[in-house]
């Protein structure tokens, strides 16, 4: 494992860059929008809460008028092939290229024995921790090649990811999540221009947090720690790492495994 220390973006780190963003309204998603838009990227915000996304584009504008950003809801749980296919038909009318894809949308309800786990909470888990970011890399990969310089980066669970009992479905989506970003990553090594890593945040305040450890932890991580991180994957300095995973440890060093 490696530590880095990551300097303090400029304000234009990821000028000229398209970025989408998936539960954008979300506290990690919410985070990672605030810090892509003061790096200067042009932003596509993904989201099923509607009032939400309204409510974070207004207060993008509010402090950043000439910020350039788009709102698509979707509700991932229910999305179907066909809804990411006019996403990337959407994208594909408004901009040349998609830059940076960051899948921060999760779903978890409560934790609880494999035995007890019915059959529509696992495909449910499935469905938006495993199968939406499959659908997203499948329908906006010409998007993603039309870039100089396109960076894919998926979201784990530093307490999931350790496939420990009663995680169920969602501890199984994001190992598998894991194993389909290294394997995307070497398989885009040979491009020179896509990469995919992961992300895992550690420990942050955050509902689904909260829903997993309820009552038991009060110093937790801010989502806004992670800004750094953020524009650092999605930027041109994480050039060198593709099918990787980024452990968040503080503000100052994240510990990078293969």
């Not at 539960?23 to 998603?29: E, N, P, Q």
């Not at 307490?159 to 009992?165: D, G, I, N, P, Q």
């Not at 300095?237 to 293969?258: D, I, K, M, N, W």
Request: with cysteine.
């Amino acid at each position: 494992m490696e530590a880095l220390t990551l300097p303090d973006p400029e304000p234009a780190t990821l000028a000229g860059r398209t970025i989408l963003i998936t539960g954008a309204a979300g506290a990690l998603g919410k985070a990672a929008v605030q810090a892509c838009v003061a790096a200067g990227a042009r932003l596509v915000l993904l989201d099923r809460d509607v009032p939400a996304l309204e409510r974070l584009r207004d207060e993008i504008l509010a402090h950043r008028p000439e910020a350039d950003v788009g709102l698509f809801p979707l509700d991932l749980l229910g999305a179907s092939p066909d809804h990411y296919r006019r996403l990337a038909t959407v994208l594909a009318d408004r901009y040349p290229a998609l830059d940076g894809l960051l899948h921060s949308a999760a779903h978890l309800e409560f934790l609880e024995p494999m035995a007890c786990l019915t059959p529509q909470r696992w495909f449910e888990s499935l469905q938006v921790n495993l199968n939406a970011p499959y659908l997203l890399v499948h329908h906006l990969l010409p998007l993603l090649q039309r870039s100089k310089d396109a960076s894919v980066v998926f979201t784990s669970d530093s307490s999931a990811r350790r496939a420990e009992a009663y995680w169920g479905a969602y501890g199984v989506a994001k190992v598998a999540l894991e194993a389909l970003a290294r394997i995307l990553g070497r398989e885009w090594q040979v491009s020179g221009h896509l990469r995919a890593n992961v992300l895992v945040p550690g420990p942050v305040e955050s509902p689904i947090r909260r829903r997993a450890f309820p009552g038991t932890e009060s110093d937790l991580t801010c989502p806004q720690s992670l800004a750094k991180l953020y524009v650092y994957l999605l930027g041109p300095a994480s050039r060198p790492y593709s099918g990787q995973v980024f452990t968040f440890r503080g503000e100052r060093h994240v510990l990078r495994s293969g």
